[in-house]
């Protein structure tokens, strides 16, 4: 999740501790947040990077904190703001996807289509040129390279919630009628193209996901059957997983929250493409995740904003379920058997 506590794309101590502190509460996978393969790729000033050595050599640091001290793995989310760039962060000025208040930079997508829709407010992106297309496409392999020497697990890349490569797949945002636009096929094109790129430079012994939005929550945008289609075709470039979010393409969205609310995304993708998913979105107790997979419906689940609220959300669940054969750090080892037993007296106890 997106921290906005970088300067200069630099991961500090802020990310060993939130990274670790969620690698040491039991998660099997930590995913970092969405990392930006050029400065101006950023979504605020304080997104991280990976355009030069000093980030690599920083997320490296953290990388390795994980795997000496945890059992978990560590991922890295690959992502161009594209025409959601150059704005605040969410509590800062005037709130989420508004432009800075100044210093902005110009902003990529696949058309020129500002994503707030009154351009009182927006900023006004620029449609990708074929020049812009290769920059970018080379950018996202540079950020590969250094994703993979700063020892990474796993890249995912972020083709979802209006941003660049978002911005090409859904006909809200592409209005191109060039070999980009039109046709799905034509709209994944780009995509694709990157993910090719990215797929080659990544270790092959390595997964790659790709998080999507498979569902824009407006009339004439992306539905869960696109979404079906559009996993056939990453599945076909040699993506391992599909991460199922959905939404944030428009401003003019209509989502409907509750409890597990994309997990019909990651099911249908599952079933009819034929590819493991990832499930995500208000999936916040251990049964939620146990029946999910039990059920078929997807092969992990990612949660999100509990791990705001408590960094041992895991190993809390696990507790709470009864589950004890999970391991926890070594020094933190009084606190399991303290934390099962109250638990334990808690379900005794009816509560
Ligand atoms: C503060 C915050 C930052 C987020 N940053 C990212 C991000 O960097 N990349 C991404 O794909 N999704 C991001 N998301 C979306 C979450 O990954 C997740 O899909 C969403 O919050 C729904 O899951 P949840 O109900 O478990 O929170 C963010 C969400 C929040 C609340």
Not at 116 to 131: H, I, K, N, S, Y
Not at 219 to 237: H, L, N, Q, S, Y
Not at 303 to 308: E, S, T, Y
Request: glycine content about 8%; proline content about 7%; charged content about 20%.
């Amino acid at each position: 999740m997106a921290q906005y506590r970088c300067t200069d794309g630099l991961p500090g101590d802020y990310h060993l501790v939130h990274l670790g502190a969620r690698a040491m509460g039991g998660a099997a996978l930590v995913v970092a947040e969405m990392t930006c393969p050029s400065a101006d790729a950023r979504i605020t000033p304080g997104c991280p990077g990976l355009w030069n050595d000093a980030q690599r050599d920083a997320w490296a640091r953290i990388v390795a904190y994980v795997h000496r001290e945890t059992d978990a793995r560590i991922a890295i989310q690959l992502g161009h703001a594209g025409p959601k760039g150059s704005t605040n962060a969410p509590w800062d000025h005037t709130g989420a996807d508004r432009p800075l208040p100044a210093h902005n930079w110009p902003l990529l997508a696949a058309s020129a289509l500002p994503y707030l829709p009154d351009p009182e407010e927006g900023q006004v992106p620029r449609a990708m040129t074929r020049a812009d297309m290769d920059r970018v496409r080379d950018d996202f392999v540079a950020a590969t390279r250094r994703a993979a020497e700063a020892g990474f697990d796993w890249l995912e890349l972020h083709c979802a919630h209006g941003y660049l490569l978002s911005s090409f797949i859904s006909p809200l945002t592409n209005h191109r009628d060039d070999d980009y636009g039109g046709s799905l096929a034509n709209r994944l094109r780009f995509p694709l193209e990157v993910f090719a790129a990215v797929r080659a430079a990544w270790p092959d012994h390595l997964p790659t996901s790709v998080r999507i939005s498979a569902h824009d929550w407006v009339e004439g945008g992306i539905t869960p059957a696109d979404a079906v289609e559009i996993a056939r075709a990453f599945k076909a470039a040699g993506a391992d997983l599909i991460d199922c979010s959905s939404g944030q393409v428009s401003a003019l969205q209509k989502p409907t929250y509750g409890r597990m609310y994309q997990a019909p995304f990651a099911d249908r993708v599952r079933q009819e493409a034929g590819i493991a998913t990832i499930a995500v979105g208000a999936i916040t107790e251990a049964d939620h995740v146990n029946s999910i997979i039990a059920s078929g419906r997807a092969d992990l689940c990612a949660v999100a904003r509990p791990h705001l609220a408590n960094p041992a959300w895991t190993l809390t669940e696990a507790a709470r379920i009864g589950w004890t054969a999970i391991d926890w750090p070594a020094p933190y080892l009084s606190g399991k058997s303290q934390m099962e037993a109250l638990f334990q007296r808690a379900r005794a106890a009816g509560a």
